[in-house]
Each structure stands twice: as C-alpha cells, then as structure tokens.
C-alpha cells in the first residue's frame, strides 16, 4: 500500500470538481421532487387521489419503487428519486473508478506510477478510497438538501447514507469488472450491464412482490422505507457486498497480468473488409456496441412511460396547479404529458450523442489515430466517419425510444394510431441534439483538453427541461437549450422554422468543428 495516501489525494484533486458538479446535480434532483410535489398537490385529499392512482400503476411502480407513504412530501421524494438517483451514484463511481483503474492501464499512466516507489495496490487502493469518498459527499449532499428543504432529518439521513452506499457497491462492482476486462470501454459495458440487471431486477420484484428486489441494490436502499417508517438494517446488505466485491477483486489483482484481463479478448477477423476500408466502417464497429446498448435502454424506457396510458389525469387528480404546470390551460393532458416525456427521452438520448462525439478524442489521445491517417485515410474522412455514425445512431436511440413509446400506448390504450405521431415527434429532436454533437466537435477541434466542456450542452439542456419551469428560470437561459425552440408535438403543432433554424446551426457549428481539427496537430 505504499505511497495510496498520496495517490488518492492526487486523484481527489484533480476529480474534485466532477465529483461537486455529480453532488450538486444528485442533490437538486432529490430537492426538486420535494418542490414539484408541493407544487403539484396543495391539499391532503389531492395528495390522497393522486397517490392512489400512483399505487394501483405498475408502469409507475417498474419504474421508480415501491409506492409507500405516497400521501407525503418524503414519500414522494423517496419513490420518485430513489430509483434514479441510485443509477446516477452508481454511474459516478463506474467513471471515476474505472478511469483510474482499467483506464491508467490503457493509456500507460499506471505503468508510469509503478515504476516509481509505490506499492503494488497503492493505485487500486487509491482509486477505491476516492470513489467512496464521492459517495459520501453526494450521500451527504442529498441528505443536506432535504433536511434544509426540510424534512425530516432522521430520513433524510438515511436517503442520504443508502444512497452512499450503493455507490460503495457499485464501486466494488467496477474493481472486479477492470479485473475481468482488458479496456476500460469494456468495463464500463460490464458494469452498465451489470446496473440495468440490478433495476431490472428490482422492477420485476417490486410489480410482483417477491423476494426478487432484494437480489439488487438498488431494491436494498429502497428496502430501508425512509419517510414511511425508517429502517437501518438493510444496509447490512450493501455493506457486506462491498467488502466480499473488494476482497473478490485484490484477489483477482494478484491472478493477472499487467494490463491485461482475466477474460480474453475475442480475436477480430483475420482479415478488413471492404466495410473497414474508410472512416465510416471503422466508426460504426466502434460504436455499433453503444448504439445497441442505448437503443435497447431507451426502448424499454420509451415502453415505460407509454405504458402510463391515459392514466395521468387520474395521476394529477383535481390538482389545478399540476394541471397548469404539466399543460396549461385549455390543453389535453394527456398529449401534454406525452410531448414532456418524449422531451424527457430526448434528453436522456443525448447523454449518447455527446459520449460518441467525444469518441474522436478517445481515440486520438490512445494514439490510434495517427497510424490510420498517416496511411490513405485522410483526417477529414476520419473526422466525417465519425460524425456520420454519430448522426445516425442518434437517430436509432431516438427512433427506438419513440417505437417503444407509441408500443406502449398502444398495448395500453388500444389506440395504435398515436404511433405515428408520437415517432416522427421523437426523431425531430435529432436537430437538437446534433446541436450538442456539433458543440462537442468544435470543443474537441480546439484541443483535447477543451473536449471534457461538451458536457456543458447537455448539462445546460436538462437543467432547463427539467427545472426550467419548475424554478421559473430566466428566459434568456433557457434559451441556450436547442430543445426548447421545437414545437413540443403532440401538445402543440408541428413547426418547420424551428427545426430548420436548429439544423443549420448544427451545420455550421460541426463546419466549425471540421475547420479547428484541420488546423490544429494531433496530440
């Protein structure tokens, strides 16, 4: 373990802003869910109606938990944000434990480390150490918001303290995963196939109510029933499986070879086709893996919230506040809550297109680029055969999000015709998100070090979609996000203007982004 200490506070430095940028969005998530509620029902007998709907909906049920002490403030922040924000601690902890880990052997840095006077799991160590101290400090931070909002502070610190530790899980989960796997892009696969197991299995154990939820750890925060009578002994459950996933991984440490993984990598072909002759094959066999992931996630979710059917107005009940924050006035409720959820997909979609935007800089700062162009592929069909594949999987992830939608819908409703609408609407937010892409790009064409910054365009987008007219944001600021200038169909009427006024930014913004890659070396 020699020389862990001054790793780990290395690491912590230079992660410590995206670990209070992750805290801070954590945290306003869970306090948001407490304003909106508030905002939502004004009287105990709106409380009362629209938790009745929730309970008997097993769509809503799959998709957030348990429904317990719906009639509150705290029950409805923890069943609309236990969920998710257990998705997004574990998401953290992938990154930032698999970035130092699996990805410092990828890259050489750990090879650089070594050969200096540390010891040999002073690197692991390290990294363990940090992603369980951002664990904490997001545990903390939520814990925080909601006793200041306030509530009460017994279950506050138990949302606060479970959420910690299904990071402390998730980090374990990671470790094993770099051990078994010989690139971080395949950890990082292993591990969000491993969490999409982890909710599905607490879905299916929540809508059936057997013991299958306790099979994830997800279903262990939601089992300690904050604000509906708290309990602390099913953290037990997650602290048990930290310590067995560590041990399980120092062990597999020791059995493997520097920079390599206990499972073998599967051999490519022997030989290129002609597929792999340009920049657009090779781009595709890049993300053809990423492309399917998000299309099948954001198909099932799609699904989900297709499935809600006309439910929402009994949803809302006679809450005239939610009916005018959700549609306004003298508009169906139900297209309203279907054009805010198709804005909610977009959105969560665009966490696909900004990752495969910075796909170029991966590759460029793993030095596989140079070989490629310093043979016949030249650097402006290497650039375009990424931006293409960008485009168009976007389009997939999109299109599979509003197939799922319309499917639910229809399952639900019997009324299969909204399926045509609700696909086009969906695919219309590809301009937008391009806008995103192009951000990326022109971020990425400046240098290397300026890419991290394309983060900032989705941050911005589902700030705004989000939280925009929940705190009443200026609207200058909410003007910075492309999704907000399309029509939201089927709410309102389809408009061209927009989303030609979109898409031209979005070309000129990647010409941009074209030009500054051209004129600048590679790293």
Request: aromatic letters at 10%.
């Amino acid at each position: 373990m020699t020389g862990a200490g001054m790793l780990f506070w290395v690491q912590l430095r230079r992660d410590l802003g995206q670990i209070l940028l992750w805290s801070l969005g954590i945290a306003v998530l869970y306090w948001s869910q407490a304003v909106s509620v508030e905002s939502l029902y004004g009287t105990p007998q709106e409380f009362e109606e629209a938790a009745a709907s929730m309970e008997g909906n097993a769509a809503f049920v799959a998709m957030t938990g348990p429904a317990r002490a719906l009639d509150t403030v705290g029950g409805q922040v923890t069943w609309q944000s236990a969920a998710l924000g257990s998705v997004l601690v574990a998401l953290m902890v992938m990154v930032l434990t698999g970035r130092n880990t699996r990805g410092a052997e990828e890259s050489g840095r750990d090879e650089l480390v070594r050969a200096s006077p540390v010891g040999r799991y002073s690197v692991v160590t390290a990294s363990v150490l940090e992603a369980m101290t951002a664990s904490v400090v997001v545990g903390t931070a939520v814990a925080a918001s909601l006793i200041a909002y306030p509530l009460a502070v017994a279950d506050s610190l138990a949302l606060g303290l479970g959420l910690a530790l299904v990071g402390w899980c998730f980090t374990a989960v990671t470790l094993v995963a770099a051990q078994l796997t010989a690139g971080v892009r395949a950890t990082y696969g292993l591990v969000g196939a491993l969490l999409a197991a982890a909710y599905l299995l607490r879905a299916v154990g929540d809508t059936t109510g057997s013991w299958v939820s306790w099979a994830s750890p997800i279903g262990w925060y939601q089992a300690m029933h904050a604000f509906s009578g708290v309990r602390w002994w099913p953290l037990v459950a997650p602290a048990a499986a930290t310590a067995g996933g560590l041990v399980g991984a120092y062990v597999l440490l020791r059995h493997r070879d520097h920079g390599a993984g206990l499972l073998a990598d599967r051999p490519g072909p022997s030989r290129a086709g002609r597929c792999l002759s340009g920049g657009g094959g090779l781009a595709w066999r890049l993300h053809r893996g990423s492309v399917a992931g998000w299309a099948g996630s954001l198909f099932a979710a799609g699904l989900a919230y297709g499935s809600i059917g006309d439910d929402v107005e009994d949803l809302l009940g006679d809450s005239e506040m939610g009916r005018t924050l959700l549609a306004g006035e003298g508009v169906d409720l139900v297209a309203a809550f279907q054009a805010t959820s198709l804005l909610m997909l977009a959105l969560i979609a665009s966490g696909f297109t900004v990752s495969a935007a910075l796909r170029m800089k991966s590759e460029e700062i793993g030095h596989r680029v140079d070989p490629l162009v310093a043979a016949s592929l030249s650097r402006g069909r290497w650039w375009a055969g990424h931006a293409l594949v960008n485009l168009a999987g976007s389009a997939v992830v999109l299109g599979a999000a509003g197939i799922g939608f319309g499917l639910g819908y229809g399952t639900t409703t019997g009324h299969w015709g909204r399926l045509a609408v609700l696909v086009p609407a969906q695919l219309a937010y590809l301009a937008p998100a391009m806008v995103l892409a192009a951000w990326s790009w022109v971020l990425y064409g400046l240098g290397t070090r300026w890419a991290v910054l394309a983060w900032t365009g989705p941050a911005v987008a589902v700030g705004v979609g989000y939280f925009g007219d929940l705190l009443d944001l200026p609207t200058w600021l909410q003007a910075l996000s492309p999704y907000e200038h399309l029509a939201q169909v089927p709410s309102e009427s389809f408009a061209w203007l927009p989303l030609l006024g979109t898409s031209v930014l979005a070309l000129l913004l990647a010409v941009g982004g074209l030009w500054a890659f051209n004129a600048r070396d590679l790293d």
